[in-house]
């Protein structure tokens, strides 16, 4: 199982902007599916955008799309989730996931995924 590590969140004003940074400890060019979520205090973990192992393709929820975007992998086996336009409902701890699978497919499920990060933690305020 492969190591996935979270970094960037931060407290913003609504309008503002983070990135969020995860780093994965894979093999080099070994293939991963990965996504973002995030869970708010007192609800369910949800799908916030994810990209697919071959092919990169992307996908978001309907809450982020056109505010967020998913990158795919640099060299330094990071991948990323631009935050734009923050909201206050954005507040929540955003979730890095993996799965190492190599497809065209991108994942929406938590149960989809197999390595998790350990969180980091975004705040918006009005």
């Known amino acids: 199982q492969v190591q996935v590590v979270e970094s960037g969140g931060g407290l913003v004003q609504a309008g503002g902007s983070l990135r969020l940074s995860c780093v994965v400890s894979r093999r080099s060019f070994s293939a991963y599916a990965m996504g973002w979520f995030r869970q708010a205090p007192g609800k369910e973990r949800e799908f916030v955008a994810g990209v697919s192992a071959r092919g990169g393709r992307t996908s978001y929820a309907d809450s982020v799309k056109g505010r967020f975007t998913i990158s795919g992998f640099d060299a330094q086996n990071t991948i990323y989730l631009q935050l734009n336009s923050l909201k206050p409902e954005d507040t929540a701890v955003y979730y890095c996931?993996?799965?190492?699978?190599?497809?065209?497919?991108?994942?929406?499920?938590?149960?989809?995924?197999?390595?998790w990060g350990q969180g980091t933690q975004v705040a918006v305020s009005s």
């Open positions: 996931a993996g799965r190492n699978i190599a497809t065209s497919d991108v994942y929406t499920r938590p149960g989809d995924y197999i390595s």
